[in-house]
């Protein structure tokens, strides 16, 4: 059973970048058509996909946050990464990383999901 864990600061100063790391167990990030995903929530709102890495290492970024995001990943250590830039308190929220066979993810009945990280952006 794959099991997903997201890790990284828990605050982050306004302007900087945020960086998370999802490491990946009971699974390869490179098993095919699976996508690898990056969805957050802020307090009170919805979930908001972010961006996904595909099996073949293609990435797919939301519109709203494309500027500002990239997820790359090591397949040596089965981890993959999101860094967001230029963060406001804006982008604090829980954050999550997940794995589906669809592209974008909107529920957490969709895929495996880790269990989130508390990011919060204040200087």
């Known amino acids: 059973q794959v099991q997903l864990q997201e890790s990284g600061p828990g605050l982050v100063k306004p302007s900087q970048t945020l960086s998370l790391t999802c490491t990946v167990s009971?699974?390869?990030?490179?098993?095919?058509?699976?996508?690898w995903s990056w969805i957050r929530q802020p307090p009170g709102k919805g979930l908001e996909w972010m961006g996904a890495i595909a099996y073949t290492g293609s990435t797919y970024y939301s519109p709203s946050l494309k500027s500002r995001t990239s997820i790359s990943r090591d397949t040596s250590k089965n981890q993959f990464t999101l860094q967001l830039s230029s963060v406001t308190p804006e982008d604090t929220a829980v954050y999550y990383c997940a794995r589906s066979r669809a592209m974008r993810v909107s529920t957490r009945a969709e895929g495996d999901w880790g269990q989130g990280t508390q990011v919060t952006v204040s200087s």
């Open positions: 009971g699974g390869s990030i490179t098993t095919n058509y699976y996508y």
